[in-house]
């Protein structure tokens, strides 16, 4: 049994590493040039702009361009990861080992978890470096607003993969995106539906609000750039609600692949 | 894993979820206000990578549940002229905030400077209408009695096509009150002469006759 | 003793395509295979081959029946720790060079890296890749792939080891190294099941056979068992007959082939070709030369195949 444990536990780390190796050698971590180029851009710009203004642009940007070029990742990466596993049959070897299909999965996401972290590790050091040099100093707040960007990206990467146990890249990457945009917009819509005196709709509007991620709580960038008061309770309660929501997509999508035969 | 064991986490999770979107929505106060926060239109603009009247549609619908929500509330509207703001920016021919700015923000949020602000971006945006002039005179004469710049704005509304009779009349009456009595008779004579309302005729007719015998007594005092 | 594989009343159906159209890819399958056996799967293309395998290996779950492996359920994932599988036409991770992935699949059984380390280094050096083994997987040809496939099959010491057309795509080279280390694998003491279409490597290495046609298995046995019945047929080839001569000879013969300045007389009986060389002696005729044939798994199988059809 124990032994059995530590195989379990050594085969999602292999699959794991192995996933952000992938990344790494197919280039995936390249746009993180683009991100350094387009922050130099923005900072270039501004050096014409007015004093005062020019602190928040940046970190605005900065804050911005993290949580974009980090969806970017999550959707990309994740939507591929486990078709194409399954259309190169990469998976049939594995799978004839001693891996529990929801191992893959779990390894699968950790994986793509590695990869965004490391990402956002470099982008983070790129954005408070420049953010250090115009202000000369370390401002806290954004690392609780880029904690929480990580936080939304981990939930898009497991709505990803879960689209991606059953169906192609072209519609996944459709289906994820458009949790993203949605995803962004619940409550706005849940007020919609309250105040727009149609049941059906305000039923229908309740009911994407409690289906599908309210990523809107993720949000911190204007709390980080204005330094509003950030509650304690709220930012643990919705660290929470993402782990839970991660935790119901992820085992949604064991189901869909635990009984697929593979071509 | 067990199926079983899959589908009972998953209703335990999504109760847990459940709870905890509950308690979440206890600090949306916080939240929703947060959510207008946005940096200003000028930067939204490019922002919205061209879609900006979706994105104006929508802070519409935000500033009806914003003013509903403190309309039944607090009564206070800190953020109503930045949004507002915002939507202009974003599709200036959408012209019903202006007269919601116009009007709302001057009798219900008491800010009419702000509601001014909005008004003359809407005679920016629409030269012809007479209602955004009028009602910039109208707030200026309401909240400050201020006629003398009141005046100028509803003589402007009063010459724009549609504007009812009863704008022209008014102009004479501001500038009745400014002390600009000649001003007053012209325009009193030019509404007498193109009203066809009796009601209105007389009341000119009133008017008219104040001023004149103002004047008799500022003579025979001289 | 339990077999190593056990298959009972195992059968699939596929449904695939816009109608979704039901092919019954494998029906009613019993084997029973002893461990130890080198055990040859054999059917054209489109038998249901790999259908069977992936149902073993638990890339697919059956519609009816089920396959034991050393007494438990393929479904019971602690089986897989006693198994090695490479399957068809295989592909892995190109990024990856030859050693990464061997040490990847390793980490999947749980190995430590001494373990791992000791086991590749003496894979790589059994399927002839030591040069390779550090180059990514992409730049490796179709061969060097399948015998990297076939180092992953056995990184964990497995008792049972499943080939998926193991030699498929290899030159006569790599088809006697595949051979080989089968061979190897069955001095060991371990069990081959393995499936092809190419039947004298199947003849070269098979303890036993089965021939699957269009979804249902058609025999299975021994190799010697399946092959004895018609043991024998003789060719005897000669040379400088004429044709009077040629009648006396022909009634014994099965059947009479011009060849190159003379005929191969073909019979079926071993036991009248003592007659029929005194007979040819007596008239004089020169023999080139008399070869027996057994009768080939292509004879049976096409034997098979052509009995299914009709
Ligand atoms: N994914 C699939 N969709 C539809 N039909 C399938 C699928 N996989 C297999 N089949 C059908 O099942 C039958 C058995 O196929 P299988 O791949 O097992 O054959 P095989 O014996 O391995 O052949 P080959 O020697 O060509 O590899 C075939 O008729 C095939 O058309
Ligand atoms: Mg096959």
């Given at each position: 049994?124990?032994?059995?444990?530590?195989?379990?536990?050594?085969?999602?780390?292999?699959?794991?590493?192995?996933?952000?190796?992938?990344?790494?050698?197919?280039?995936?971590?390249?746009?993180?040039?683009?991100?350094?180029?387009?922050?130099?851009?923005?900072?270039?710009?501004?050096?014409?702009?007015?004093?005062?203004?020019?602190?928040?642009?940046?970190?605005?940007?900065?804050?911005?361009?993290?949580?974009?070029?980090?969806?970017?990742?999550?959707?990309?990466?994740?939507?591929?990861?486990?078709?194409?596993?399954?259309?190169?049959?990469?998976?049939?070897?594995?799978?004839?080992?001693?891996?529990?299909?929801?191992?893959?999965?779990?390894?699968?996401?950790?994986?793509?978890?590695?990869?965004?972290?490391?990402?956002?590790?470099?982008?983070?050091?790129?954005?408070?470096?420049?953010?250090?040099?115009?202000?000369?100093?370390?401002?806290?707040?954004?690392?609780?607003?880029?904690?929480?960007?990580?936080?939304?990206?981990?939930?898009?990467?497991?709505?990803?993969?879960?689209?991606?146990?059953?169906?192609?890249?072209?519609?996944?990457?459709?289906?994820?995106?458009?949790?993203?945009?949605?995803?962004?917009?619940?409550?706005?819509?849940?007020?919609?539906?309250?105040?727009?005196?149609?049941?059906?709709?305000?039923?229908?509007?309740?009911?994407?609000?409690?289906?599908?991620?309210?990523?809107?709580?993720?949000?911190?960038?204007?709390?980080?750039?204005?330094?509003?008061?950030?509650?304690?309770?709220?930012?643990?309660?919705?660290?929470?609600?993402?782990?839970?929501?991660?935790?119901?997509?992820?085992?949604?999508?064991?189901?869909?692949?635990?009984?697929?035969?593979?071509? | 894993?067990?199926?079983?064991?899959?589908?009972?986490?998953?209703?335990?999770?999504?109760?847990?979820?459940?709870?905890?979107?509950?308690?979440?929505?206890?600090?949306?106060?916080?939240?929703?206000?947060?959510?207008?926060?946005?940096?200003?239109?000028?930067?939204?603009?490019?922002?919205?990578?061209?879609?900006?009247?979706?994105?104006?549609?929508?802070?519409?619908?935000?500033?009806?549940?914003y003013f509903g929500s403190h309309f039944m509330g607090d009564g206070e509207y800190p953020w109503l002229?930045?949004?507002?703001?915002?939507?202009?920016?974003?599709?200036?021919?959408?012209?019903?905030?202006?007269?919601?700015?116009?009007?709302?923000?001057?009798?219900e949020a008491?800010?009419?400077?702000?509601?001014?602000?909005?008004?003359?971006?809407?005679?920016?945006?629409?030269?012809?209408?007479?209602?955004?002039?009028?009602?910039?005179?109208?707030?200026?004469?309401?909240?400050?009695?201020?006629?003398?710049?009141?005046?100028?704005?509803?003589?402007?509304?009063?010459?724009?096509?549609?504007?009812?009779?009863?704008?022209?009349?008014?102009?004479?009456?501001?500038?009745?009150?400014?002390?600009?009595?000649?001003?007053?008779?012209?325009?009193?004579?030019?509404?007498?002469?193109?009203?066809?309302?009796?009601?209105?005729?007389?009341?000119?007719?009133?008017?008219?006759?104040?001023?004149?015998?103002?004047?008799?007594?500022?003579?025979?005092?001289? | 003793?339990?077999?190593?594989?056990?298959?009972?009343?195992?059968?699939?159906?596929?449904?695939?395509?816009?109608?979704?159209?039901?092919?019954?890819?494998?029906?009613?399958?019993?084997?029973?295979?002893?461990?130890?056996?080198?055990?040859?799967?054999?059917?054209?293309?489109?038998?249901?081959?790999?259908?069977?395998?992936?149902?073993?290996?638990?890339?697919?779950?059956?519609?009816?029946?089920?396959?034991?492996?050393?007494?438990?359920?393929?479904?019971?994932?602690?089986?897989?720790?006693?198994?090695?599988?490479?399957?068809?036409?295989?592909?892995?991770?190109?990024?990856?060079?030859?050693?990464?992935?061997?040490?990847?699949?390793?980490?999947?059984?749980?190995?430590?890296?001494?373990?791992?380390?000791?086991?590749?280094?003496?894979?790589?050096?059994?399927?002839?890749?030591?040069?390779?083994?550090?180059?990514?997987?992409?730049?490796?040809?179709?061969?060097?792939?399948?015998?990297?496939?076939?180092?992953?099959?056995?990184?964990?010491?497995?008792?049972?080891?499943?080939?998926?057309?193991?030699?498929?795509?290899?030159?006569?080279?790599?088809?006697?190294?595949?051979?080989?280390?089968?061979?190897?694998?069955?001095?060991?003491?371990?069990?081959?099941?393995?499936?092809?279409?190419?039947?004298?490597?199947?003849?070269?290495?098979?303890?036993?056979?089965?021939?699957?046609?269009?979804?249902?298995?058609?025999?299975?046995?021994?190799?010697?068992?399946?092959?004895?019945?018609?043991?024998?047929?003789?060719?005897?080839?000669?040379?400088?007959?004429?044709?009077?001569?040629?009648?006396?000879?022909?009634?014994?013969?099965?059947?009479?082939?011009?060849?190159?300045?003379?005929?191969?007389?073909?019979?079926?009986?071993?036991?009248?070709?003592?007659?029929?060389?005194?007979?040819?002696?007596?008239?004089?005729?020169?023999?080139?030369?008399?070869?027996?044939?057994?009768?080939?798994?292509?004879?049976?199988?096409?034997?098979?195949?052509?009995?299914?059809?009709?």
């Amino acid at each position: 049994m124990m032994r059995g444990m530590n195989a379990g536990v050594s085969a999602i780390k292999a699959i794991a590493i192995n996933t952000f190796k992938e990344a790494v050698r197919n280039k995936i971590l390249y746009n993180l040039i683009f991100f350094a180029v387009l922050m130099m851009a923005v900072s270039l710009v501004l050096d014409q702009a007015t004093i005062g203004q020019r602190n928040k642009i940046i970190k605005d940007f900065g804050l911005a361009s993290i949580n974009l070029f980090g969806v970017i990742i999550a959707i990309v990466v994740g939507i591929s990861l486990v078709y194409k596993e399954i259309e190169k049959r990469t998976i049939h070897p594995l799978l004839a080992k001693p891996v529990r299909r929801s191992s893959f999965l779990f390894g699968k996401y950790l994986g793509i978890l590695l990869t965004l972290v490391i990402e956002i590790l470099l982008m983070s050091f790129f954005f408070f470096l420049l953010v250090w040099l115009y202000e000369g100093g370390f401002d806290s707040y954004l690392l609780i607003a880029i904690l929480m960007i990580f936080v939304e990206l981990s939930v898009i990467a497991a709505v990803a993969i879960f689209f991606s146990s059953f169906s192609t890249p072209v519609l996944s990457g459709m289906f994820t995106f458009s949790v993203y945009v949605i995803g962004h917009l619940t409550s706005f819509l849940k007020d919609f539906g309250a105040s727009s005196g149609s049941a059906i709709i305000k039923q229908f509007t309740h009911f994407l609000y409690y289906v599908l991620p309210n990523l809107e709580r993720f949000n911190l960038k204007t709390h980080a750039v204005y330094h509003l008061p950030i509650e304690i309770g709220q930012l643990l309660f919705s660290i929470l609600y993402g782990l839970l929501y991660i935790m119901i997509v992820m085992l949604f999508a064991v189901l869909c692949f635990e009984r697929r035969d593979f071509k | 894993m067990k199926k079983r064991t899959v589908i009972l986490l998953l209703i335990l999770l999504s109760a847990a979820l459940w709870g905890i979107q509950k308690k979440l929505d206890q600090y949306k106060s916080v939240e929703v206000e947060s959510l207008l926060y946005l940096p200003s239109g000028e930067y939204l603009q490019p922002l919205s990578l061209g879609y900006q009247l979706m994105l104006s549609d929508m802070l519409w619908i935000k500033t009806i549940t914003y003013f509903g929500s403190h309309f039944m509330g607090d009564g206070e509207y800190p953020w109503l002229y930045h949004i507002l703001s915002l939507i202009i920016d974003l599709d200036p021919r959408f012209d019903f905030p202006y007269y919601f700015g116009g009007v709302v923000l001057s009798l219900e949020a008491a800010q009419a400077e702000n509601a001014n602000k909005i008004l003359a971006r809407g005679i920016e945006a629409y030269p012809e209408k007479w209602e955004y002039p009028f009602y910039i005179g109208f707030n200026h004469y309401y909240h400050r009695g201020d006629a003398a710049r009141a005046a100028p704005y509803i003589e402007r509304a009063a010459k724009l096509p549609g504007s009812p009779e009863f704008v022209k009349s008014l102009v004479g009456t501001l500038y009745m009150k400014v002390g600009a009595d000649e001003t007053a008779l012209k325009f009193f004579r030019e509404a007498h002469q193109n009203t066809s309302d009796a009601l209105i005729k007389k009341k000119i007719e009133i008017k008219i006759e104040e001023i004149l015998s103002r004047r008799e007594q500022h003579d025979t005092g001289h | 003793m339990t077999p190593a594989i056990e298959i009972k009343h195992l059968t699939k159906k596929i449904r695939s395509g816009f109608l979704m159209k039901e092919v019954m890819a494998l029906s009613d399958l019993n084997l029973s295979i002893p461990p130890g056996t080198a055990f040859g799967f054999l059917g054209p293309n489109g038998a249901g081959k790999t259908t069977t395998i992936k149902l073993l290996t638990g890339l697919s779950f059956p519609t009816s029946g089920e396959a034991l492996i050393f007494g438990r359920p393929v479904s019971d994932i602690s089986v897989r720790m006693k198994i090695g599988f490479l399957p068809e036409r295989p592909y892995f991770y190109d990024y990856l060079s030859g050693t990464e992935y061997l040490h990847f699949c390793g980490e999947l059984f749980g190995m430590t890296r001494a373990a791992r380390n000791k086991k590749i280094t003496k894979l790589i050096e059994l399927v002839g890749l030591k040069e390779k083994a550090g180059e990514q997987l992409r730049k490796y040809s179709k061969g060097m792939l399948q015998r990297i496939g076939l180092a992953q099959a056995l990184i964990n010491d497995p008792e049972l080891i499943i080939l998926d057309e193991p030699m498929s795509g290899l030159d006569p080279m790599g088809r006697k190294q595949v051979r080989d280390i089968i061979l190897h694998l069955k001095g060991q003491g371990k069990t081959v099941f393995f499936s092809t279409h190419v039947l004298s490597d199947a003849e070269m290495i098979c303890d036993q056979v089965g021939i699957i046609v269009q979804g249902s298995l058609q025999s299975v046995g021994d190799l010697e068992t399946l092959l004895s019945p018609k043991t024998c047929s003789i060719e005897v080839s000669i040379k400088g007959v004429s044709e009077s001569a040629l009648s006396l000879f022909k009634p014994m013969a099965s059947s009479t082939k011009i060849a190159d300045e003379g005929y191969v007389l073909r019979i079926d009986d071993a036991g009248i070709l003592p007659k029929l060389l005194a007979l040819l002696q007596a008239e004089k005729v020169q023999i080139v030369s008399i070869i027996p044939h057994r009768e080939t798994l292509e004879d049976i199988f096409m034997e098979e195949i052509r009995g299914r059809q009709s």
